[in-house]
């Protein structure tokens, strides 16, 4: 039977959602309250300039592909991929760095002149990283998060007990090079937890990394927004643009629709893709699953401060994606996780995506996306934000051997207070909830609602986590479990 289904929100999760659920027979809306959709996912242009506001990296393209080919389409048909190569370079100092290939066999080589013997311990790790993804996509990812049994059956599945250990330990039991410790725990960045915290299963993430490698969709990340949007369009889905849902209206403890900017939307079912938290809040406090007390206990992956920034001129000794770690990894963590405060030196990121797509930026210029992780939840001024990215400007013309600050054209800046503005995001998170052990699978907040009927939830900080391709078998799940209950 045709349901009136009513989405909140246009990222990644609720677009692929909308896509499953319209491909079913329904009438599908999806309300999103700023004026572009992509939620973090959105784009920035400017004098001739194109950003990724939100996530830069495509990784685990086999999860692309395989949403594509539920709706018999191809990621070929909506946009190219490029793989980058070489996929990204790691600083640790002044013209000392570390440039990861394209190949697994070229990175074990680049290992070994590090550290010797480190080749062959790389070789075993990702043959265990690989098993790991297999069992990953297979056994866990595509779970919808509802029984204790799914983690047993991983378990099960593993030959070792890799859900009590944890990915910095067994790291740096193969490897004693400080570089290459680091170049492997950063895979793990994306799952929101220090690798400390993160269990060993989730070494998945270095096969996804070393195994998969890393593309770039011409025209940024954005284009896949455009495609799902293009995909959802061609199954009737219907798309309303500064539309801000204020209330999920509940009766007799079932959804029965939303008020979109002061107007009722009768629905037979809501799906709400916005920020978890948020989305209670539209609820009234005695259909609300959890508390304020369980969100303050919760691992939050973190917030980001971003600049994007036009230059006049190519920019010499550096990738597309560039890391830099020539700063204490450890103390920066301690600074996101266990006292959080603004860090004195921070780890930062960088992306110049006109190194590879000629789109990015005016011919002769370059654009620039730089990220610092930081704490959710930190006082965020404009005054902090100009004094960081000083810190980091002058750490890049440093590292790289190059002038670059009479060479900006404009900067733009996003930050904890633009991560709540924009998408009413918990303490200004940037990435949702952490995967640590006790967040993992059935353990996080559930995709179907226990308090009220036909109100559903996906995203970032339901299952199966953090991250775009995440995003994508959330709403896949959250569309299934729509199909076996309503």
């Not at 990222?11 to 659920?21: K, M």
């Not at 062959?120 to 790991?132: C, G, R, V, Y």
């Not at 998945?204 to 495609?227: C, E, Q, R």
């Amino acid at each position: 039977m045709k349901k009136e289904i009513k989405i909140i929100g246009s990222g990644f999760s609720a677009l692929a959602a909308s896509c499953y659920l319209a491909k079913e027979g329904n009438s599908v809306t999806i309300y999103e309250k700023n004026s572009t959709i992509g939620g973090r996912a959105r784009q920035l242009k400017k004098d001739g300039f194109t950003f990724d506001i939100g996530p830069t990296w495509y990784w685990m393209p086999d999860v692309f592909e395989r949403f594509f080919n539920d709706f018999g389409k191809k990621t070929s048909d909506y946009y190219q991929l490029i793989k980058l190569s070489p996929a990204y370079q790691v600083y640790f100092g002044v013209n000392e760095f570390v440039t990861i290939a394209d190949n697994l066999p070229e990175i074990i080589t680049t290992f070994e002149a590090i550290e010797a013997g480190s080749g062959a311990q790389l070789a075993s790790f990702m043959k265990e990283a690989q098993s790991n993804y297999d069992i990953a996509i297979k056994d866990l990812v595509y779970r919808p998060g509802v029984s204790p049994l799914e983690l047993v059956t991983v378990q099960t599945a593993l030959k070792v007990n890799q859900f009590f250990s944890n990915i910095s330990r067994d790291i740096r039991k193969r490897f004693k090079n400080k570089k290459l410790v680091q170049i492997l725990e950063f895979p793990v960045l994306f799952l929101g937890a220090k690798p400390s915290d993160t269990p060993s299963f989730y070494s998945f993430m270095n096969f996804a990394d070393f195994g998969l490698g890393t593309w770039h969709p011409k025209n940024g990340m954005y284009s896949v927004i455009l495609a799902m949007e293009q995909l959802a369009k061609e199954l009737g889905v219907q798309i309303v643009t500064n539309a801000n849902v204020e209330k999920i209206v509940v009766e007799n403890k079932k959804a029965v629709g939303i008020h979109v900017n002061g107007e009722f939307i009768a629905a037979d079912i809501v799906l709400s893709g916005a920020d978890y938290h948020h989305s209670e809040t539209l609820l009234d406090e005695k259909h609300r699953v959890y508390s304020e007390k369980y969100w303050e206990k919760k691992v939050f992956a973190p917030s980001s401060l971003l600049f994007y920034v036009g230059f006049d001129k190519k920019i010499i000794n550096v990738e597309h994606h560039s890391l830099f770690f020539d700063v204490d990894f450890d103390v920066h963590a301690k600074d996101i996780y266990d006292n959080p405060k603004w860090p004195e030196e921070p780890l930062f990121y960088a992306s110049f995506p006109s190194k590879t797509d000629e789109n990015s930026a005016p011919q002769g210029k370059e654009a620039a996306i730089f990220l610092i992780p930081l704490a959710p939840g930190l006082n965020d001024t404009n005054e902090i934000r100009e004094v960081y990215f000083e810190k980091i400007i002058t750490r890049l013309e440093k590292l790289t051997q190059q002038n670059l600050k009479n060479n900006l054209i404009f900067k733009e800046s996003f930050c904890v207070n633009d991560f709540i503005k924009d998408y009413n995001s918990y303490k200004g998170n940037a990435y949702g909830m952490a995967n640590t052990l006790l967040q993992t699978a059935f353990l996080r907040p559930k995709l179907k609602s226990k308090k009220v009927d036909q109100l559903y939830f996906t995203g970032q900080l339901t299952v199966p986590g953090p991250g775009v391709p995440p995003s994508l078998i959330s709403g896949k799940l959250v569309a299934d479990l729509i199909r076996k209950y309503s």
